[in-house]
């Protein structure tokens, strides 16, 4: 059973979640039937249930990361393309608390780890950046294996990030770089969580 995010105590924050949420579904329901798929069909490419993604498509549940990441490689689209509506602003400025943000609530398949895009979503878009906030004693963000190259940067604590099987631990102000077509997986290793400046390309989130 898939993890639903937390509902917020704040009026305005709940009018705002359940606007996401609708948003969310809307454009999950537009690329779906321009893929002229059911949603059975669509539940058995993406390895989840047809009413989980019913639920999701009326703006009644945010599915978890790793659901999202599943529906988007179904749909042959990066999650972004799901989360955050099309921008063709020659130049974007996000301000602090003002980015997308994903919020992979803990519970079976979360970790409560958060990510604010650093560009926003384009169809042409060739470039994806995020700020990856981790728990410390989080569970294993992946594996996950696409197309593409991956470069980081810890800002904040230590990651542990397995790529190919090989685990690394990496501190602040360490960086890291590795093709995407090999599994991997992160976390954030020792006591406290950590925070990543994430780049990739092509974008998959």
């Not at 410390?136 to 810890?154: K, L, R």
């Amino acid at each position: 059973m898939e993890s639903e995010s937390h509902t917020p105590a704040d009026p305005g924050a709940i009018d705002e979640q359940a606007e996401e949420l609708r948003a969310l579904g809307k454009r999950l329901r537009a690329f779906r039937r321009l893929k002229r798929l059911r949603l059975k069909d669509l539940a058995a490419r993406a390895g989840c249930s047809e009413s989980l993604l019913s639920r999701v498509e009326n703006g009644i549940v945010m599915p978890s990361l790793t659901t999202l990441h599943r529906v988007a490689r179904a749909l042959e689209i990066n999650v972004a393309a799901l989360l955050t509506p099309p921008t063709n602003e020659p130049c974007t400025v996000y301000r602090p608390g003002a980015r997308p943000r994903y919020v992979r609530s803990e519970g079976i398949e979360g970790d409560g780890s958060v990510a604010d895009s650093l560009i926003p979503f384009a169809e042409s878009r060739r470039l994806e950046g995020l700020l990856i906030r981790l728990p410390a004693g989080g569970a294993p963000c992946g594996p996950f294996e696409h197309e593409g190259e991956e470069v980081g940067y810890v800002l904040e604590g230590a990651l542990e990030l397995v790529v190919d099987g090989q685990s690394h631990h990496v501190e602040a102000g360490d960086s890291f770089f590795f093709c995407s077509d090999v599994p991997h997986s992160y976390r954030a290793s020792g006591f406290d969580g950590c925070l990543v400046l994430w780049i990739n390309t092509p974008p998959t989130f």
